[in-house]
């Protein structure tokens, strides 16, 4: 298993620990589970999508959590009973439980989701609070004339 060493970036920064935890994650995360696939858009100058393929599995089956910088899709299908007039000779649709974990950058919001055609469709959008947003200073200029008061080299002069 690899890992990555970021205590070279620890000395001379602050606050990328976050940054390391998610890349080791993410490495940690790609060598596991691979269902449902997905597909990640951006749709966008702020906008993106996700897009799962879920086949088999209905509204009710589906639960889709947003917390913390989080999105959790998880999918829980009840277990299916074979018996003699039911019974498979191959089974390759997927219908077991999983659960899909997506780490959301600051700011970014799930704006809504919906299921057509076997694909679950998640909207989110990256909205920048008002306070976060750039502004312009206006600059003041000074009358003519005005003396602004200065080091004592200035007074001496």
Known sequence: MTTFDFSPLFRTS??????ANLL???????QGNSFPPYNIQKAGED????????????ESDLTITSENSKLVVTGEKPEER????????????ATRSFERRFSLADHVKVVGARLDNGLLHIDLKHE??????PRNIEIQSSPSGTLIEGTKEDKAA
């Open 128 to 133: 920048i609070p008002e306070a976060m947003k």
């Open 82 to 93: 074979e018996g003699e007039e039911n019974s498979y000779l191959y089974r390759g649709i």
């Open 14 to 19: 602050v606050g990328y620990d976050r940054l």
């Open 47 to 58: 906008r993106y999508s996700i897009t799962m393929a879920v086949a088999g599995f209905s």
């Open 24 to 30: 080791n994650a993410t490495h940690r995360l790609e």
